[in-house]
């Protein structure tokens, strides 16, 4: 059984470009979130993928997408972006059921804007 | 509105000793609490959760935690503390009523001194 993968494992940008993040979710997970963790806080909800369709997200402006892929693996992308995006972004996988609830985490992307 | 609240930013126990990480929430309906480990450089792990049954729920690592549901609380322990305990705990809830969202707290730093 292979965790969840993320990559790249740190990335440099500066404001205004575009950066796509990648995650590959846990064997036998159909449900993958996203969540942006800043320095020293706990992480944000950004949203939530179930069968490819987005099915929740959080606070976030529409310039934070997403997608995911038959195979449940899924992408993160953030247009124009700015210094306050600098944070680690964490991709977890789940099987959505009633039963259970936990997540689990990549090791993240490191994101700094310049 | 959900929130949940980790009072300690940063928690100190001698190796040996108990320990005790806190946390209370706020949630509309019967919650569902977890807790996560993260170690430097890495994504969050799963150490336990509550959702419905006996209040002491164990986890990983030796970890248990209490559900108080008057005082809406679900503290974290361990009877005898080791050294790579050292850590950073968080604290989340999800909301019966929603699908989706994990609400974080903003984690409290465990150090096990020798």
């Known amino acids: 059984e292979t965790g969840v993968t993320q990559s790249p494992t740190h990335l440099i940008k500066t404001r205004g470009q575009q950066v796509t993040l990648r995650c590959s979710s846990q064997?036998?997970?159909?449900?993958v979130s996203w969540y942006q963790q800043a320095l020293g806080q706990g992480p944000q909800f950004i949203f939530q993928y179930y069968r490819e369709e987005e099915n929740g997200r959080g606070n976030f402006p529409p310039r934070f997408s997403g997608l995911q892929f038959p195979n449940y693996s899924s992408e993160l992308n953030v247009n124009a972006l700015e210094l306050d995006d600098s944070a680690l972004y964490l991709c977890a996988s789940s099987l959505f059921s009633s039963d259970s609830y936990e997540q689990y985490f990549g090791p993240g992307t490191r994101l700094t804007v310049t | 509105a959900q929130s949940v609240a980790q009072p300690e930013d940063q928690v100190n126990v001698a190796e040996g000793n108990p320990l005790t990480v806190k946390c209370t929430y706020s949630v509309s309906g019967n919650p569902y609490l977890f807790w996560y480990v993260q170690y430097p450089n890495r994504g969050l792990q799963f150490l336990l959760k509550y959702i419905t049954g006996d209040n002491l729920v164990k986890g990983s690592y030796g970890f248990e935690a209490e559900f108080n549901k008057s005082q809406t609380s679900f503290h974290l322990k361990k009877p005898s503390a080791l050294v790579s305990d050292s850590a950073l705990y968080f604290c989340?809830?999800?909301?019966?009523?929603?699908?989706?969202?994990?609400?974080w707290g903003a984690g409290t730093k465990l150090i096990i001194k020798p």
């Open positions: 989340a809830v999800r909301d019966e009523g929603s699908n989706y969202q994990l609400i």
């Open positions: 064997s036998g997970h159909n449900t």
